[in-house]
Nanobody, 123 residues
Framework: VQLQASGGGLVQAGGSLSLSCAASGRTFSSYGMGWFRQAPGKERDFVAAISWNGGSTYYLDSVKGRFAISRDNAKNTVYLRMSSLKPEDTAVYYC?????????????????WGQGTLVTVSS
C-alpha cells in the first residue's frame, strides 16, 4: 500500500483545513487508518483513527470536537477535517494503515506511512 497525504498549508489560528490521504491498492478498505503528527523536535503523536468501515473513530483528547476523521473506501481515501486550529497544531501530519489488533494510538502499530504534509497555524 502506498499513501499520499495532501492538503497541508498555512492557516491562521481559528481557521480550518482539510487533509486527504489517498491510498493505492485494492486492500485499502480492509485497513483501519490513522493520522499522526510530528512537531519540530518532538515525537510523532497520535491524532485520530478510523476503523475499516468508518464505524469507529478515535481522537487525541486535545483535538476532540475540532478534528473529524472520515473515509471513502470507494475512493481509497481517508480525510482529516481540522477546524478551530491552534498554533500548537502546527506539525507535519502523516497518515498510516493500522495493523489489526494494535492499539489505535500506538505508532508502531501502523504499517504503511505516507510522506507527510505540513500544517502551519499562525497566531
Amino acid at each position: 500500500v502506498q499513501l499520499q497525504a495532501s492538503g497541508g498549508g498555512l492557516v491562521q489560528a481559528g481557521g480550518s483545513l482539510s487533509l486527504s490521504c489517498a491510498a493505492s491498492g485494492r486492500t485499502f478498505s480492509s485497513y483501519g487508518m490513522g493520522w499522526f503528527r510530528q512537531a519540530p523536535g518532538k515525537e510523532r503523536d497520535f491524532v485520530a483513527a478510523i476503523s475499516w468501515n468508518g464505524g469507529s473513530t478515535y481522537y487525541l483528547d486535545s483535538v476532540k470536537g475540532r478534528f473529524a476523521i472520515s473515509r471513502d473506501n470507494a475512493k481509497n481515501t481517508v480525510y482529516l477535517r481540522m477546524s478551530s486550529l491552534k498554533p500548537e497544531d502546527t506539525a507535519v501530519y502523516y497518515c498510516a494503515t493500522h495493523n489489526h489488533g494494535s492499539a489505535w494510538n500506538w505508532a508502531p502499530g501502523y504499517v504503511y506511512w505516507g510522506q507527510g504534509t505540513l500544517v502551519t497555524v499562525s497566531s
